[in-house]
């Protein structure tokens, strides 16, 4: 939930709240003062009446300045102290509605003779005052919530905008790029102290990502010296005279060793260097001719197993990219699916749309996609697989924003990479 | 013949000398940037191995001088680095060639022999032994005065072989030799051992002893 909402949410439920408890409080609030007062009043009229009956001699005859509907005199045959006020509805041939009445019935003596005396008033034009009142408070009740609800938005807005303006270019921010982060100045200081972290924090990532990349570039680069001592002692190891079978199965161990050491460090020097963007030249290359041509440098390979290529649908495809990397990406494709091939397998390549598919036999069961383009993970017990080569592949692949997926479809294992989305 | 190696990391010079022994060379160390700017701007050499990282400069500085003085050595870059720009780099700069760390010994050989015959100023560019005669320039190789029909990758190899005259070479060096980078995409030998039975096949049919030698599992060995 957006923080903005978050704040409005709580507001409108108060103001709901108070408005469906205050308006019907109000309601009765007014109403209750409203009849007290016409209460009063009656009792006010009704004093006024006495006197005006006590000095008339006919007295259930002579009331005139009160309608006779409002007004009952009833003669009782004793005296007893008797005063109740209470609502009574009756209907209303003019307006042809029923209407409320105030009604007070009491018993009074006049001219020492006992009777029961009834009043009414008219509730009609107090309840419409009453409802109108309720109505008017209402609607400038809403009218203020409204208001605010709008003010405190608009300063919301307004308040937070630079929070949402950071949180934006956080959000296109990345560490492996060499776009620094450029917050925008705010007035507000806490929003400026938190930019001022944040592009601090963002500063230290990227010398600290630099670093890390420009260590394992290095430490590569280093190890390259003390490989070659190692390399060149193997050799001249070799020359030593007598050998013997023995010596010389260890020392094609230990060279096979060294061998395996200094292709898994080009291969991280690689993946340095397309993470230090050392690969900026591009060209068009039409991948047909690039598959091609990398099929005529594995054709031993190929022989050698019997695999049967399929490499009939291709269409012209052409991508502008690093020619190195676009031979690394696909010929680390291409040679995965010779070498983990069976014998008298086959691979079929194909190409639509800029959509590189290589599907090969082998192993009947799917690999494990989970961990699939992750470095040194390997999905055999190959001595010679450095588990970098699918890794590679991803890096080169995300480097030119193409997609690359794998997918297993009748014992055939196929991988695709997707060049559409890439920057050309 | 004088070879020069301009190298901080002595373990590997020493190597170098002790597997080049077997040639008539006469080999000399520069291990620094002053030791190797003293001894290039006295001597000549027929063949320069150099370093690019030393400490006390940049190798490339040593090859920029050579060329400003008009000295003819010439050079083989040995550097860690590898990317193509730093192989056009020392290229540019007049190198006669580059090899990237770590290398096999035998591919160094061989590259130094190439650089020397390259620079042979009495346009001899046989080399005789017993009875093959290699005709490095046209590319074409002589058994008893009878022309040996070789392809392009078993002219290569037995070349390869003969300029590592009695020294094992093994199957990786080979491999990487034949195959450059793709050598290593491959684990199967097998392609190796086709080659140098055809190879073999072809000496032998035209009279020659057996001078290739399957040293256990390692690799190969031609011995004379």
């Known amino acids: ?424 | 013949m004088k070879i020069l190696i301009i190298e901080d990391e002595k373990e590997l010079s020493k190597g170098i000398i002790s597997y080049l022994k077997e040639e008539s060379y006469v080999c000399e160390i520069a291990s620094d940037f002053k030791m190797a700017i003293e001894k290039t701007e006295s001597f000549d050499y027929d063949c320069i191995l150099l370093d690019i990282s030393l400490p006390g400069g940049n190798g490339l500085n040593i090859l920029k001088e050579l060329k400003a003085n008009k000295k003819s050595d010439g050079v083989i870059i040995i550097s860690a680095k590898d990317s193509i720009d730093d192989r056009i780099e020392g290229l540019n700069y007049g190198a006669d060639d580059y090899l990237a760390k770590p290398f096999h010994l035998s591919e160094l050989s061989a590259r130094i022999a190439a650089v020397i015959r390259r620079r042979r100023f009495d346009g001899n560019s046989k080399m005789v032994i017993n009875e093959i005669s290699i005709d490095t320039f046209a590319k074409i190789i002589n058994v008893n005065n009878c022309r040996l029909e070789l392809t392009k990758k078993e002219y290569d190899l037995l070349l390869y072989l003969v300029t590592n005259k009695n020294r094992v070479i093994s199957k990786n060096a080979i491999a990487a030799h034949i195959s450059g980078d793709d050598a290593d995409m491959f684990d199967s030998f097998d392609f190796i051992y086709a080659h140098i039975k055809n190879i073999k096949k072809k000496l032998a049919a035209s009279g020659c002893s057996d001078y290739i030698k399957s040293v256990y599992g390692i690799g190969y060995r031609f011995d004379v």
């Open chain 1, 1 to 424: 939930m957006k923080l903005l909402n978050k704040t409005l949410r709580l507001y409108i439920v108060y103001a709901a709240l108070i408005l469906l408890i205050a308006v019907p409080v109000f309601y009765f609030a007014i109403k209750n003062i409203v009849i007290e007062d016409v209460d009063e009043s009656m009792m006010a009229q009704k004093s006024a009446l006495i006197k005006k009956l006590e000095m008339q001699t006919n007295g259930a005859q002579l009331y005139p300045e009160i309608n006779s509907t409002d007004f009952e005199l009833k003669l009782l045959a004793s005296y007893s102290k008797f005063d109740t006020f209470f609502i009574t509805y009756k209907y209303d041939s003019i307006s042809k509605e029923i209407l409320p009445y105030r009604t007070m019935k009491t018993n009074v003596l006049i001219q020492t003779k006992p009777y029961s005396m009834t009043l009414r008033s008219s509730l009609i034009d107090t309840e419409d005052l009453i409802e109108r009142i309720c109505l008017i408070t209402g609607l400038l009740s809403l009218l203020i919530i409204v208001g605010l609800f709008f003010i405190t938005r608009y300063i919301s807005r307004k308040v937070w905008h630079p929070f949402y303006s950071t949180l934006n270019l956080l959000h296109t921010f990345r560490v492996d790029k060499d776009e620094t982060l450029q917050l925008p100045n705010t007035e507000i200081s806490e929003f400026s102290d938190l930019n001022q972290t944040i592009t601090k924090l963002a500063t230290t990532n990227m010398a600290v990502f630099k670093s890390q990349k420009e260590f394992t570039e290095n430490a590569s680069h280093e190890m390259q010296t003390p490989l070659a001592v190692f390399q060149s002692k193997v050799e001249l190891l070799m020359q030593t005279n007598p050998l013997t079978s023995e010596q010389a199965a260890l020392i094609t161990e230990a060279e096979q060793a060294v061998q395996r050491m200094n292709k898994l460090n080009k291969t991280l020097l690689l993946l340095a260097k397309i993470d230090n963007n050392q690969f900026s030249e591009t060209e068009t290359i039409v991948l047909e001719a690039l598959i091609r041509q990398l099929l005529a440098q594995y054709a031993g390979a190929i022989a050698e197993k019997n695999i049967a290529v399929d490499s009939a649908e291709m269409d012209n495809s052409s991508i502008t990219v690093n020619r190195y990397l676009l031979e690394v990406l696909i010929g680390n494709l291409l040679t995965n699916s010779i070498r983990y091939n069976i014998n008298s397998g086959s691979i079929k390549i194909s190409i639509t749309n800029k959509r590189l598919f290589v599907s090969n036999t082998g192993l009947q069961t799917p690999l494990d996609t989970s961990k699939l383009f992750h470095r040194f993970q390997k999905q055999n017990t190959s001595n010679s697989s450095s588990g970098l080569g699918l890794a590679l592949v991803k890096q080169i692949c995300d480097l030119y924003n193409a997609t690359v997926n794998y997918d297993f479809k009748e014992v055939n294992h196929i991988f695709s990479v997707d060049f559409n989305s890439s920057v050309t």
